[in-house]
């Protein structure tokens, strides 16, 4: 640890904090149907996709339409997807000659992009061709993360809506993030990435001699692109394998400042989109602080755990398959490019948000390094977390904590005006715990069958936690691996893509059945007895209910991994 990574650590949280407000009412402007600085060149192609697909952006829809609206979007983004992939052999800019994708990995991956996962059991550069990485995957970047906002939106108007049957349009919501937010943003990204050095281009893969005479072959292709809308829509797929750790998505230290400013610049910003929406811009402040404590807390411990590894793995003579750890920290697995510190922040802002990109393999991770993307995963990536999902999903924690808060003072609890009562907390309570279902029950089941296990690259905990993470990457629609798992079997494709599909859609029914009951209620003036939900009680109430209900539900899991690979390592043991 040193002065200069504490500074890189502020210095990233500021240029997220100095984006919120300016971004946070630019999209409650957009989604309100206010003209905006772009209006003059986007209102007119927003009119030309309503009259190809026959939208009447004018025409609102009770919380079930909508919600529907969106799962049978998302259904044809599979489709579409899933049949790229299959076809790909006799598809157009395929200069490699790519065959077919294996049935079983066309499933996990078409899943994978239309849940905003963005898993990859597969090597980009080998599997797909150019065609597919664009009309497939970089397309599903876009929709998939409109798709997560346009749902936080319509929660947030049924906060801010009184004795209403509706909560907008979703294909109205769709078309205008595309088209304001996540499109102008990829392009600027995309002109600073290939500025600094990212391929943008459709030629074949380069052959080249190298200077000891071994012939390589050089993958290349339409990168900056996709890496763009990967980061801004926290999706995180990959062009290359080796993700934002491979030079040609991420060549040096200013496009790792770029691209990880992205993964949490929108979802911060959001925070403050609800609260210009529902006219009390300190309710977004609180929740922003909250998402703001973790992040914090988070990478403080990641920097901490990497800086101090055991004596056990930084001397050589203690197990020689680690002899590349170095007395300053722990560097296995770890651009040189970025070192630690670096390492940390974007371990945490890509497992706080749901993107899954990597710039180091966090296989190699101290245990208590390893941990703390697992847990940023586990309490729903709620932290900035993915575009929209990540608002919508502190949402009903913060409807959790509002209902304890009533239980406390013996009075019924109220939100914004809204009361709480037993429906929205039944609804809140199922949307949460059905990440537990899914990761620990697949989690179960992954570890006593032999298909499973025979792709573990550890044993021990570090094996155990290997199969935890999967399961607990896929569930939380982030995508990130341990790296030490062979994924690529039909068991994991199959298993996993279950667990992004639940993780995904079985969430978000019953928080849509939230803001459909909220938008039907009346808003009440707040009185003498209403709990703030503004000052710092009300952060402490509701990071409290966060670490209570998200973090304790895995901590048996977590003991039998992580911790108990921490202890070990303490003791001299490796894994």
């Known amino acids: 640890m040193s002065f200069h990574g504490w500074v890189q650590i502020i210095l990233y949280c500021l240029s997220i904090l100095v984006c919120v407000k300016p971004l946070g009412t630019y999209m409650a402007r957009v989604f309100a149907g206010e003209k905006v600085f772009l209006s003059p060149i986007v209102r007119p192609l927003e009119r030309t996709v309503y009259r190809l697909c026959g939208i009447n952006p004018d025409q609102e829809q009770h919380w079930t339409s909508y919600t529907t609206a969106m799962l049978v979007f998302s259904l044809m983004a599979f489709l579409f997807t899933y049949a790229i992939q299959r076809l790909q052999g006799i598809l157009p800019f395929n200069p490699q000659h790519m065959a077919a994708v294996a049935p079983d990995l066309s499933f996990n991956t078409a899943v994978s992009f239309a849940s905003n996962t963005n898993w990859q059991a597969y090597s980009g550069e080998t599997t797909l061709s150019y065609f597919t990485q664009m009309a497939a995957l970089t397309v599903q970047n876009f929709v998939s993360a409109a798709a997560g906002i346009a749902l936080a939106v319509a929660l947030i108007r049924g906060f801010m809506r009184s004795q209403t049957k509706t909560l907008g349009n979703f294909w109205t919501d769709l078309t205008r993030t595309t088209l304001y937010i996540l499109l102008p943003l990829s392009i600027v990204v995309a002109i600073a990435l290939v500025i600094l050095g990212v391929p943008q281009n459709l030629d074949p893969y380069t052959h080249v001699i190298t200077l000891s005479g071994a012939k390589q072959l050089i993958a290349q292709g339409p990168v900056a692109s996709q890496v763009a809308i990967k980061q801004l829509g926290t999706n995180g797929g990959g062009f290359f394998n080796a993700n934002s750790s491979f030079p040609f998505e991420n060549p040096n230290a200013l496009s790792n400042f770029i691209e990880v400013w992205a993964i949490l610049v929108i979802s911060a910003a959001l925070t403050y989109t609800f609260g210009v929406m529902i006219n009390d811009r300190r309710q977004g402040w609180a929740l922003f602080a909250v998402m703001s404590l973790f992040f914090v807390t988070g990478t403080a411990v990641t920097y901490w755990a990497e800086s101090h590894p055991s004596l056990a793995i930084t001397q050589p003579h203690v197990d020689t398959a680690h002899s590349a750890l170095q007395t300053g920290g722990n560097m296995e697995g770890k651009e040189v490019r970025f070192g630690i510190v670096n390492s940390a922040i974007w371990a945490n ?218 202890f070990a390592m303490m003791a001299g043991k490796l894994y």
């Not at 913060?398 to 003072?409: H, P, Q, R």
């Open 349 to 566: 802002a890509t497992t706080d948000a749901s993107n899954g990109s990597v710039n180091a393999m966090m296989d190699s991770f101290t245990p208590i390094g390893g941990l703390v993307p697992l847990i940023n995963m586990q309490l729903g990536e709620i932290v900035f977390g993915g575009v929209g999902s990540g608002l919508y999903g502190m949402l009903l924690f913060a409807i959790l904590a509002v209902f304890i808060a009533g239980l406390m003072v013996g009075r019924t609890p109220e939100y914004l005006g809204k009361k709480i009562e037993a429906r929205e907390v039944k609804m809140a309570m199922l949307a949460i715990l059905i990440l537990p279902m899914s990761i620990l029950g697949f989690t179960a089941v992954a570890s006593e069958l032999p298909a499973a296990l025979t792709s573990l690259a550890n044993s021990g905990p570090h094996g155990f936690s290997e199969i935890l993470y999967a399961y607990t990457s896929g569930t939380a629609n982030n995508g990130s691996a341990f790296a030490g798992l062979n994924a690529n079997t039909p068991f994991w494709n199959t298993t996993v893509g279950l667990s992004m599909l639940i993780g995904r859609f079985l969430f978000i029914v019953p928080m849509m059945a939230v803001a459909g009951s909220l938008g039907e209620k009346k808003i009440i003036p707040a009185s003498a007895g209403t709990f703030p939900t503004t000052g710092l009680l009300w952060v402490g109430l509701l990071t409290g209910v966060i670490l209570i209900v998200g973090g304790l539900t895995f901590f048996p899991a977590l003991a039998l991994g992580p911790i108990a690979e921490h």
